[in-house]
């Protein structure tokens, strides 16, 4: 294997990998042209990467078990249906899309996941974790029913692994007897120790043709000595039990094999190839290395999970256009909320801070390190984390949610019948809300205030900038209930961010500019622009802060004094914010134009916030022609 120390800036020799249009060329090749192909692979994509910025480590992962899978499927016919999609890289560069990698994650480019629409060789869209094997199962069952002859892989990751949907489809592809191979590509980041050598020589035995052959002709002769099978099933899996971690998956109708080396591409290929054909639900355990051939990945898999993408060689870089002086500069939004929870967490012992698996994304990393002893990272499994904190609420503690907008949608049953139903004192620090960027629909959150809104006993806060945030998850979290608090990816407009704990007033908006005719009410992150706006057009310009509950009283005398309302939100219209001011004015009988402005009802795509922001018509520009086309009609 070719190591690598420092990511190429111009684009490597690869002219073996240039002669693979479609992955049938890997079918064709010896052991020595795979290795080759393995390397050449490792090298484009450090480079392309480095063009596109993305994700990194996982890809680099597993260049071999890609390599692998690909010879021993015979994909499109055959399916592998990757989880998450993070490590999916090098199965694009092998599926036609080599030369379009650098554009990946940009606006118009390929996307960040696998993606159906993309390719035939992209068997299940994905973004979220866990789901690969369900849908690899229902492939499975599909192709049993229709009755083709039709193998299906799941490649799915320890970390993903941790999700309860996993085991669900797990013991459920064992209780149908599916064809199915799973591939758990563990790569020492969560679930297993190494196990050293002696495991690895029984996993190549136990995938070898000549101990399958005897496996099976075995059973059949056993078959006719009353309870001889038994015996012999239940000394293989101590055996293997002995080595290996086998007995939970043996346990749900699995075959366990492994775990094996996913860098050796020998070991790789042969066990492919002998699983693909077996009939009944097969695990084979692969271990790799995140980041594996590029030294500094292998040293850090955390921080090269992603990277941005790399300065182009003697090209000078533009320079941001300096802050003026007396403005403070602009903090992001995580970081706002990392620094609030460990203040809080100072000042009231009964904190605790729970996440799935988001402690760098939500910046808990100073929380889990100074408090450690209330720092509770679940995993990937926003479900139980949810249920968690219900239950230390129910014991008079004050859990702190930290989650994504996105995932949130994973504990949505929890939140209403195990926090709302009951009351419970949990706050959520709902990070990523709106329009996220380069990760494109399965990672916008775009949703949140339409399915939270809904829910009776919740309160929803969206801040308008990074001293509101603060001051928003200090009443939130002083509420005596469920309370939640939205806020954006990146950084907010910049201001002054106090230092004390002292919270915003829930439910009471906060008028920023008055105007004639038209009056703008901006919920959270659109302010920004409605403030410009506003100067504009001479509108009435509010920040409405509160979701839930609403300022009817804001919103009535908006209303009286003036001919258009106006509401702006980072959020779906349907059922937003926007539709709670529509059901305000029609519960007071009130009658006025108003123009709802939001996320259309639409996936937005991938790419930079403000080039999706201008699709969606809600930049400056876009609200400013929005309202003067209503101003039109008005007059007509």
């Known amino acids: 294997m070719k190591l690598f120390d420092t990511i190429p800036t111009e684009r490597p020799a690869t002219p073996l990998l240039d002669t693979l249009d479609t992955p049938a060329g890997l079918r064709a090749m010896s052991a020595s042209q795979l290795k080759r192909v393995a390397d050449e692979l490792r090298a484009y994509l450090l480079y392309s990467v480095g063009v596109s910025g993305g994700h990194f480590g996982a890809g680099l992962g597993v260049v071999e078990l890609t390599v692998a899978l690909h010879h021993a499927f015979h994909t499109p016919h055959d399916r592998v249906v990757w989880d998450v999609g993070h490590q999916a890289y090098p199965h694009k560069i092998l599926t036609g899309r080599r030369e379009s990698m650098t554009s990946i994650r940009r606006y118009g480019g390929l996307a960040a996941f696998p993606r159906r629409a993309e390719s035939e060789y992209d068997t299940f869209g994905v973004g979220h974790s866990s789901t690969s094997i369900s849908a690899a199962l229902g492939m499975a069952l599909a192709a049993r029913t229709r009755g083709d002859e039709r193998r299906v892989c799941a490649v799915i990751g320890d970390g993903a692994l941790t999700a309860g949907m996993a085991f669900e489809a797990l013991a459920h592809a064992g209780h149908v007897d599916a064809n199915l191979l799973v591939v758990l590509n563990d790569n020492e980041m969560s679930i297993s120790e190494n196990v050293g050598g002696m495991a690895s020589y029984l996993a190549r035995i136990l995938v070898s043709k000549p101990y399958l052959s005897m496996r099976e002709n075995g059973k059949k002769v056993l078959s006719h000595l009353p309870g001889a099978l038994e015996l012999a099933r239940r000394t293989e899996e101590h055996v293997k039990g002995m080595v290996s971690p086998a007995t939970l998956f043996e346990e749900m109708g699995f075959n366990y094999v492994g775990p094996i080396d996913g860098h050796d591409l020998d070991a790789l290929t042969e ?181 939270l809104r809904c829910v009776p006993g919740l309160v929803i806060l969206a801040p308008a900038d990074e001293a509101e945030c603060r001051a928003m998850l200090s009443a939130a979290y002083y509420h005596p209930g469920p309370a939640a608090v939205r806020y954006p990816r990146g950084t ?51 920040n409405m802060r509160s979701v839930k509950p609403l300022d009817v009283t804001a919103v009535l005398e908006a209303a009286r004094g003036h001919d258009l309302l106006v509401t702006l939100e980072e959020n779906v219209v349907a059922g937003g914010a926007g539709s709670a001011v529509l059901e305000a004015l029609a519960a007071e009988g009130e009658s006025v134009a108003v123009l709802n402005l939001g996320l259309p009802d639409a996936f937005a795509e991938h790419g930079k916030p403000a080039e999706l922001l201008r699709d969606c018509a809600l930049d400056a520009a876009g609200i400013e022609a929005a309202i003067q086309a209503r101003l039109t009609r008005l007059a007509g």
């Open 492 to 542: 907010g407009p910049g201001c002054d961010i106090p230092v004390h704990l002292e919270p915003l007033a829930i439910g009471v908006a906060e008028p920023r500019r008055r105007g004639s005719k038209v009056a703008l009410l901006a919920f959270g992150s659109l302010n920004t622009a409605a403030a410009e706006v506003a100067e504009r057009l001479d509108a009435t310009h509010i």
């Open 271 to 451: 066990a492919l190839d002998s699983m693909r054909d077996l009939d009944g639900p097969q695990f084979l355990h692969v271990k790799t290395c995140k980041g594996r051939g590029f030294l500094p990945a292998e040293s850090d898999p955390i921080g090269y999970h992603a990277i941005t993408k790399l300065e182009p060689p003697n090209e000078a870089r533009a320079k941001p256009a300096p802050v003026p002086s007396s403005l403070p500069k602009p903090k992001k939004y995580c970081s706002v909320f990392g620094d609030w929870i460990c203040d809080m967490a100072a000042a009231d012992e009964r904190l605790i801070g729970v996440t799935p698996a988001m402690r760098e994304g939500s910046d808990l990393v100073r929380f889990s390190r100074e408090y450690s002893e209330r720092y509770y990272d679940v995993a990937i499994a926003e479900q139980h984390a949810v249920t968690l904190a219900a239950g230390m609420a129910c014991e008079g503690m004050k859990p702190v949610v930290a989650i994504y907008s996105t995932f949130l949608q994973r504990g949505y049953d929890q939140l209403i019948h195990d926090v709302a139903v009951q009351g419970l004192d949990v706050t959520f620090a709902i990070d990523r809300a709106g329009l996220v960027g380069e990760d494109g629909p399965t990672h916008h959150g775009a949703m949140d205030l339409s399915f």
